[in-house]
């Protein structure tokens, strides 16, 4: 079936608004694009969408020269597409939000690399997105920060090496308490907690992974533990792991307590 024969989506109603209290939304293509979202200060919203070609084709018109030629940089087709896709789906979630048509977004980045909208169309909306393997999430928020990330499972990732590159002392610690037959995941749930707080705190590379711990065990609540030159962050933020496909490990921190999550699919 075609994005564009799918139903328009689940919980919109004849005038086009979301079931206030569906906490999961799917919608389809012809639906999203008919729809304007709302996004209340009290609410984070959670995006899924996987990154194929037929997405890639129908949005790259949406991109700019600069990410056009970004995109254009991959070697391999499908890295291109997934760029591609993944840029142009970031656009269109945030016309529907903001009400501005996609090809006319402005992005700028800070000196971390973390994009925004430019000055001039700069609102009370943050945002963040990863993707990893075909399949893109992206965090929205209303005026506080938001940080995501979002890992393939890789056999040839989460040795011991890396853990002892990246991760702090006490995660080292708590990664070799981990039944072995579990280490895999809690080495990808300690990554990409870790790599979620450092974006929503914008720090990208230039902050120390070892600086700060984070919950790792498989079942154990998501969790900034410490961070050493910081220890009020501890009650700044909240960390969450994601509802993800098999495979797949994704983690969300988000600025303050008192946010309600609704989770949506493109499907």
Known sequence: MKRDEVSEVQTISDHNHLDENANHVG??????LSCRLQLAPVEVHLWQATLDDWLADNVRHLLSADEISRADRFHFAKDR?????????????LSVYLGIKP???????SEKGKPSLDELQRSEINFNLAHSQGLAIYALSHGRAV?????????DLGGEKIAERFFSPREIEMLNSVPVELRKDAFFNCWTRKEAYIKARGEGLSMSLDGFDVSLAPGETAALL???KEPAEIARWTMRSLPVPSGYVGAMVVEGHDFKLRTFCLE
């Open 226 to 228: 410490m961070n050493q």
């Open 147 to 155: 940080g995501v990330d979002l890992e393939y499972v890789r056999e």
């Open 27 to 32: 919608i389809g293509w012809c639906g999203l």
């Open 81 to 93: 597409n997934q760029f591609t896709a993944a840029r142009g789906f970031l656009r269109t979630l």
């Open 103 to 109: 090809d006319e977004l402005r992005f700028s980045y």
